[in-house]
């Protein structure tokens, strides 16, 4: 079993940058790919940013792509978000999630084992 527990949230006005990490449990992290999800408040959970178990590999979607930097630290289990450049329709609840790392990359919230609780980003304009 892997725990996942997200930090970093919070206000920020257009054009700032928030750091969103996500500490996990366990001694074989390197052995999970992760992401980030967000869910808007009236829309469904969004898939956000992947990145393999030894960070090989990264995946954003078009709309944070240049602004948000997925990275990881495997010897802190931890992964993190770097949002830069934040825009009020980034306002959200920022997940993370993990599954076992099969070389694959994927976008659903149905191929993810672990999550997180989740951590409130809020931009104003």
């Known amino acids: 079993q892997v725990q996942l527990v997200e930090s970093g949230g919070g206000l920020v006005q257009a054009g700032g940058s928030l750091r969103l990490s996500c500490a996990a449990s366990?001694?074989?992290?390197?052995?999970?790919?992760m992401a980030w999800f967000r869910r808007a408040p009236g829309k469904e959970r969004e898939f956000v940013a992947f990145i393999s178990g030894r960070g090989g590999n990264t995946y954003n979607i078009d709309s944070v792509k240049g602004r948000f930097t997925i990275s990881r630290d495997n010897a802190r289990n931890t992964v993190f978000l770097q949002m830069n450049s934040l825009k009020p329709e980034d306002t959200a609840v920022y997940y993370c999630?993990?599954?076992?790392?099969?070389?694959?990359?994927?976008?659903?919230?149905?191929?993810?084992?672990?999550w997180g609780q989740g951590t409130q980003v809020t931009v104003s304009s």
């Open positions: 366990g001694r074989t992290f390197s052995s999970y790919a």
């Open positions: 999630a993990g599954r076992t790392d099969d070389g694959q990359w994927y976008i659903y919230p149905r191929n993810y084992d672990y």
